[in-house]
C-alpha cells in the first residue's frame, strides 16, 4: 500500500507527459495538413498511417501470439488465420474506395454496408473463440488501449470542416471525438502497465467512450450524407466522406477499431473475473 501510494506522484507524471505529449503531436499533425492543403489530397499520408497501423497490429499479433503457450505450429496457423482475411479486408476496402465505390449514388449505399457488415462478421469469432481468449490472457492490456492512439488522425475532419470542405454537422462531433479518444489512448494504457488503481475500470470506460464516438459519427454520417438515407441537411455536403482517401477512415478505419474495442473489453472482463477467482481462492 505504502509503495503504491509514493509510486503514485511518478504516476502521474507519466500520465500527464503522454497526455501532452499525444496532444502535442496531433497540433503538429493538424497543423501540417492546414498550412499544406494539398496533403490530404494526394493520399500519401493516408497510405503511409493505414499501412503503418496495419503492420503494427500484424506485429503484434505475432508477439502476443509468442507469449502464448501454443506451439510453434498453432501459433503460425493463428497468425495466418487472423492476418490473411485481414489483410485482404484492408486490400478490398482500399480497391473499392480507389473504385469510387463509396461514393453517394442512387440505391443501396455501399459505405454503411462496409462498416457494419465486418462487425457483424467478426464480433461472434472474436467474442468466442478460446484462442482468442487465451491470445488475449496473454498480452497485457496496454497493447490494445494504446494501438489506439491512431485515432488522432481522425482530426483531420477537423481540418476539412475548416476549410469549408465538409459540414460541421458531422466533422466537429466525429473528428473532436476521435483526437479526445487517441490522445487518452496512451495515458490509460500507461495506467494498466502500471497497475495503477481502478485502471481497470478506466480503460472500460475509455473503450465505452471509444464505442460511443463512433455511434454518434456513424448515425449522424449516416443520416447527412446525400442519399436515401439522409434526413439531416448539413450546411453543406458531406459527400467527401465517400471519396478516397478520407473514405479508408469510415470504411475500414472504424469497424476495425470497433472491433479492437470489443476485444479490449473482453480482455478487461477476462482480467476482472480472474482477479476476483484469485481473491476467492486466497
Known sequence: MNTVLRDQPSMSRNVLGLFVLAVAFTAFWLGLNVMLPGLQATGIPSVFIRLAIHATMLTG??????RTDFDAGTRVMVWLALAIPFTAWLAVVWWLAVDGAFRPRPGVPALPIAIFL???IGLPFLLRSRRIGALLDAIPASWLVGLQVYRIFGGIFLVA???????????LPAGTGDVLVGVLALPVAN???????AARQIAMTWN???LVDFAIAIGIGILSAPGPLQVIIPDRPNAQLGSFPT????????????????LSLRQLRRIGRGAVAAQAAA
Open 208 to 210: 465505452i467512450l471509444g
Open 191 to 197: 495506467l494498466l502497465h502500471t497497475g495503477a488503481p
Open 247 to 262: 473514405v479508408m477512415i469510415p470504411a475500414f478505419a472504424v469497424p476495425s477499431s470497433i472491433l479492437v474495442h470489443v
Open 61 to 66: 499479433l505475432w508477439l502476443g501470439l509468442a
Open 118 to 120: 465486418p462487425v457483424l
Open 161 to 171: 470542416w475548416s476549410r469549408g470542405e465538409i459540414s460541421g454537422t458531422f466533422a
